[in-house]
């Protein structure tokens, strides 16, 4: 039997576009290249109250006396840093401390 080749081309063609089609219809749509179901975004946890009072949290009597040192000295960000240290608090927190012992 014969059968033209711009037939046998145009078979083939379609033949192809339909293994293609299924291809992609079958597996999962990647995510992160757009498709799929858009992530599920959490609400933003409440906002902390932030008090502007000092620390409570007193330092060890013989590191607060280096560190009032270090400020009659006029080496501020060491003695945070050596409060820092000891005290294990954030930088602001820490500022705020040897701040209220000048």
Avoid: C, N
């Avoid at 291809?23 to 959490?42: E, K, T």
Wanted: aromatic share 4%; glycine share 6%.
């Amino acid at each position: 039997m014969f059968v033209p080749l711009p037939v046998l081309v145009a078979i083939g063609i379609v033949f192809l576009l339909l293994i293609v089609w299924a291809l992609r219809s079958s597996r999962g749509r990647d995510p992160l290249m757009g498709g799929g179901q858009p992530p599920a975004y959490r609400a933003a946890p409440a906002p902390r109250k932030v008090s502007m009072a000092a620390p409570s949290l007193p330092l060890p009597p013989e590191v607060e006396e280096q560190v009032r040192a270090l400020m009659a000295a006029g080496r501020k960000i060491d003695a945070i840093k050596l409060a820092r240290d000891v005290t294990h608090l954030g930088l602001k927190e820490t500022k705020d401390l040897v701040e209220s012992l000048e």
